[in-house]
């Protein structure tokens, strides 16, 4: 594998616990409202320490553990929505900078403080990022701009700060890309997803599925 210490850094360390707030007249219970935390934060099992997640059918667990995003794809986002964004806004637990995390590769490892992390996927926004952003139709918005940012897996526990550098331990081929996972599908990408033990089982099979599909 090919180490590149680059640019990479932790802008921001965020984390939220459930609570419950009204939308659209029923309670929703929700974490995606995430804050800064100063100073190291325990990376290690599923979470970050002082971090939950409210429904995990569907979110947390191994191949979700931390999710990231990076201040390149906020810019991004400050141009087509006339705003400047605080770091946590996405619900992310790392607001990073320096890694293009749409051309990452799952099973690219990083070195992040005290702790070794994996690119597991992408994220698939539901409505619960609508709220977050006061716009029900921000979800698709969000979908269509292909920006999804990246769901880490842990290695190696270890403590995490504001100001870590990331040095990236880039996977063997042939890999899965995170942007390739939010395009339209090639056959070529699907064979790559089955055969690639580091995608996430889900992924595998939905691939799987559609590939026998086309087949007949």
């Known amino acids: 594998m090919e180490t590149s210490s680059g640019r990479g850094f932790v802008v921001s360390v965020n ?3 459930p609570r419950v707030v009204d939308w659209h ?4 219970r929700t974490a995606i409202f995430k804050e800064p935390v100063a100073g190291a934060v325990l990376a290690s099992g599923v979470n970050l320490a002082g971090d939950d997640q409210a429904d995990r059918r569907v979110h947390g667990g191994h191949d979700k553990a931390v ?3 990076s201040v390149e794809d906020y810019r ?3 141009g087509e929505l006339g705003q400047e964004l605080p770091p946590g806004t996405f619900g992310e637990n790392l607001t990073i900078a320096g890694v293009d ?5 799952i099973g690219d490892r990083w070195s992040v403080g005290g702790a070794v992390l994996e690119i597991a996927q992408p ?6 990022l609508g709220i977050r952003m006061g716009d029900a139709g921000f979800v698709e918005r ?3 701009a292909r920006r ?3 769901y880490l897996r842990m290695v190696d526990p270890g403590p995490v700060s504001p100001g870590d550098g990331i040095a990236v331990t880039f996977a063997s081929g042939p890999v899965v890309r995170i942007g390739e996972l939010v395009g339209d599908p090639t056959l070529d990408l699907l064979a790559r997803m089955v055969a690639d033990a580091r995608v996430p089982g889900g992924w595998r099979r939905e691939a799987e599925r559609t590939l026998r599909r086309v087949n007949g």
Do not use: D, I, M, N
């Open 15 to 17: 984390v939220g616990r």
């Open 76 to 78: 991004w986002w400050a």
């Open 123 to 128: 994220r698939q926004p539901c409505f619960k």
């Open 25 to 28: 007249g029923r309670s929703v």
């Open 142 to 144: 969000f979908e269509a």
């Open 101 to 105: 995390l749409t051309g990452a590769a």
């Open 148 to 150: 999804p940012g990246a």
């Open 67 to 69: 999710y990231a995003y």
